[in-house]
């Protein structure tokens, strides 16, 4: 082998491989992807050849022989005049949900995403829909949908490790054309796969994109579900956002069912340890390296509309960011049509419905970037620039704690499962969430802690307490 490898490799010696499944794709298999020791798809390189390294190279999300999201949409939105810094190229920007509330309650927001892909279908557009949706082997695979019923058994969210390897290898050369529904590094890594190999190109029609706060691995589901009363090892299926019709968009539960009941033991997100998404528990390490959020090279992108307005709303409210005519059309046509409920939408507000996510993906990016390179690491090329230039102490060590939960989590949630104890995850990962919680905390709120705990500290001293 030359001296100077694909960078593929660093992707998966510095673990920052996202499991997405695109190497494997291109090389026809020459790559496999494989569930790792820590519940998420990681390539495999030992023995593979350098030309199929060149090849996966090409078209991995994070190796810097392939195409970024910029290049990527210059190419295929070339006629798109506008273009955000968050939220990429687009035609238009709305706020809308489907008009049925059944079919709102069955899916985890506004139920746009999988509407648009029934009408993408209905219409003759496409032949069948690439997806995630509940698996065989896992609580949730990608797969191909050919009929709208399919489709909507496949609805909701899936906060769970997947690759689309796959489902794309058996469509290969098939002659039917599909949509293709994922997060935007997938989205990426699926487009570049249509460069690679363009006779799937031509079969991949629509690119449909979901925003993304970063990915999980299985450990999550698991979690979650163990603290409802159902052990990893007799977890049957989840259900990841449970509405409730009395209450607000974002107050959601969780859902379990175990091997030996049909009953779902549900709680509320909120209440469970894992639950709150800014801790970034079972993070994927290759979400510390993404700076796209509304899937810029996508064909639309829905996410959740996560601003007052919409708040109030249990059903759910969409943020779409469309890039293409017909599926503009369509949403038109549904709007009209009284099936849709649609508006515009400032992408000022859209971006604003993802500021956390913002905060994570392009200040945190910096952070992350620039203490990696400190540490003499290599690091993927970013659309944004290593430094910790403007950010302040508090926020830099949000970033950095952050990073630290989502590591340990994972170490020591598959200790916990070797032991068969949720109590020894629950104390072992205490101390990182109240460190976290303690610099998370506004000024006021850490003077008040401060406070009562010096008065504690006093009356305990008063009655010879320790």
């Known amino acids: 082998m030359s001296g100077s490898l694909p960078t593929i490799t660093h ?68 006629e798109v005049a506008n273009q955000d810094v968050i939220l990429g ?37 496409i032949d069948g829909v690439i997806h995630v949706g509940p698996g065989d082997s896992a609580l949730f695979a990608y797969s191909v949908s050919y009929t709208v019923e399919e489709l909507r058994e496949k609805r909701k969210s899936f906060y769970y490790s997947t690759s ?8 290969v050369g098939d002659g039917k054309t599909y949509a293709f529904i994922g997060v935007p590094c997938f989205v990426r890594a699926a487009r570049s796969l249509s460069d690679e190999m363009p006779d799937l190109g031509a079969q991949l029609k629509f690119f449909l994109g979901l925003v993304c706060g970063h990915l999980k691995s299985d450990a999550f589901a698991e979690l979650l579900a163990w603290q409802t009363g159902v052990a990893p090892d007799e977890l049957k299926a989840v259900d990841f956002r449970v509405k409730n019709p009395n209450r607000r968009a974002s107050q959601y539960d969780f859902g379990a069912v175990s091997r030996s009941s049909n009953e779902m033991l549900t ?22 390296y993404c700076d796209d959020i509304f899937a ?3 064909d639309v992108v829905f996410g959740d509309a996560w601003l007052p307005e919409f708040e109030g709303d ?57 203490d990696d390179l400190a540490a003499g690491k290599w690091v993927p090329n970013k659309r944004v620039a290593a430094g910790l230039a403007g950010v302040d102490q508090r926020r830099l060590a949000i970033i950095r704690k952050r990073r630290e939960i989502s590591a340990r989590s994972h170490v020591l949630f598959s200790e916990a499962k070797k032991r068969g104890s949720l109590p020894y995850f629950l104390s072992a990962i205490d101390p990182l969430l109240a460190e ?31």
């Open 314 to 370: 249990w059903r759910g409210t969409n943020v779409i960011v469309n890039r293409n005519s017909i599926i503009e059309g369509i949403l038109s046509e549904g709007k009209s049509s009284g099936q849709i409920e649609i508006s515009p939408l400032a992408p000022s507000r859209a971006a604003t419905s993802q500021d956390g996510n913002y905060r994570h993906r392009r200040i945190g990016l910096a952070v992350r970037l620039a």
């Open 164 to 171: 689309f390897a796959d489902a794309l290898i058996s469509i």
């Open 296 to 298: 810029e090279t996508a």
């Open 11 to 78: 992707v998966v010696n510095e673990g920052m491989c996202v499991g997405c499944g695109a190497c494997s794709v291109a090389t026809s298999g020459a790559i496999p992807v494989t569930i790792g020791r820590y519940g998420s798809f990681r390539a495999s390189l030992e023995g593979v050849s350098e030309s199929d390294l060149a090849k996966g190279s090409r078209v991995c999300p994070w190796a810097k022989e392939s195409k970024n999201e910029d290049q990527i949409a210059d190419e295929v939105f070339s």
């Open 89 to 125: 190229k687009y035609t238009s920007v709305n706020a809308g949900r489907v008009g049925q509330a059944e079919d709102a309650r069955k899916s985890s927001s506004g139920g746009l995403t999988s509407w648009t892909a029934i009408q993408l279908m209905e219409r003759g557009e």
């Open 436 to 466: 976290y919680r303690a610099i998370d905390s506004k000024p006021s709120v850490r003077r008040t802690i401060g406070r009562v705990s010096r008065m504690l500290r006093r009356a305990a001293a008063k009655f010879g307490l320790k």
């Open 267 to 288: 709680r509320p997100t909120p209440s469970l340890i894992g639950g709150n998404w800014g801790h970034g528990m079972f993070q994927l390490n290759a979400c510390n």
